[in-house]
């Protein structure tokens, strides 16, 4: 039993150090102007919004991703439709 226990946990193991290779190799595959815009998006919306007081420069990287993961915050234009369909911007 306890052999058994041993071979799926090394299964679960490697599957997962296979994936996550996968995965950083797909990442670094990515266009550099594609991971440019992420970044740019990320620290747009970790200094906006309800966040807006906060200065740039003194945010770091786990920060911004907290705000980014956190649902309760809204991004700072929404998309509203309109009763034909055509979507329209505001600001709130």
Partial sequence: MERIIWRRWYLKHEWRKLREKLV?????????????????????????????????????????LKRWENPNTRPPIQLHRRPGGIRRHSLP
């Fill in 24 to 64: 950083t190799t797909l990442v670094w595959s990515l266009p550099r102007w594609l991971i440019y815009w992420a970044t740019i998006r990320l620290a747009a919306h970790a200094t906006t919004g309800v966040y807006g007081k906060t200065d740039p420069t003194t945010l770091n990287v786990m920060e911004a």
